[in-house]
């Protein structure tokens, strides 16, 4: 009888223990309207990406509550405009995450008490920093957009002082997450394409590109396309930051249509929708 249970524990335990890893193998990306997204690593690690979730008509009604999010690590701000990083001071206090961004926003968002600078990390283009442990490596990579915050989201502004109505926020970027496994995630943040988006490919070669497609304030479904089938070449995409206000309103059908035959998996998921690799 011991010998059946101790046979019974022991096979228990060696399914815990294989299917436990197989379970945790998988990345989680949940993108959650405009530019917002959640990324869990497969050791349970989890970054957000510009944070815009109670305003963003976009964002399913549970996210708008920020607790809904769990246990935030990490946040990534790729620039100040109010689209990116309305909740991030809520969010930053709630989680106690590290917050990275480029030098003068941070630096800014820091002094004037919307994030705890002890917290952040303010870095630039061609940096990479490691602040969840050597296993993840988050690289900031150029953007071709304009940066700045504006005071009266950030609740801020005085209109008696006639000061400035927006801070400084030195240059917009993407990020290259480099996970425990080597999976790569490229998010754009808003850009134009650039020439240089080659050697994202060229030094990261991401797995999967989050890349904006809405037009106006970045690239539109047909510079999109010309962007990942030219330049990024990554596996995957996620198209993003589209259909938010009606000046985005340009669609994943169109570029899929711009992408023609190009060997490149667009997910064409819905906020909200979890994807896993
Ligand atoms: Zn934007």
Redo the contacts with the bound molecule.
Sequence with gaps: MVLIRQLLIASALALFFFSGPVMAAQIEVLWLG??TTRITSVNGKVIVIDPFLKKNPKTPLKYKDLKALGKVDLILVTHG?N??IRDLGELAQLSGATVVGVWELIRNLGALGVIDASKSIAMNKGGTVAPLGRGIKIHMVPAEHSSSAGLRTLGLYNPESGGPIDIEGGAAVGYVIELENGFKIYHSG?THVFGDMALIHKFYAPDLALV?IGGH??MDPERAAYAVRELIKPKSVIPI?YGTIPVINRTPAEFKAALGDAPIEVLDVKPGQATRF
């Design positions: 405009h530019a405009h689209d990116h808003d904006c304030f970045t930051h």
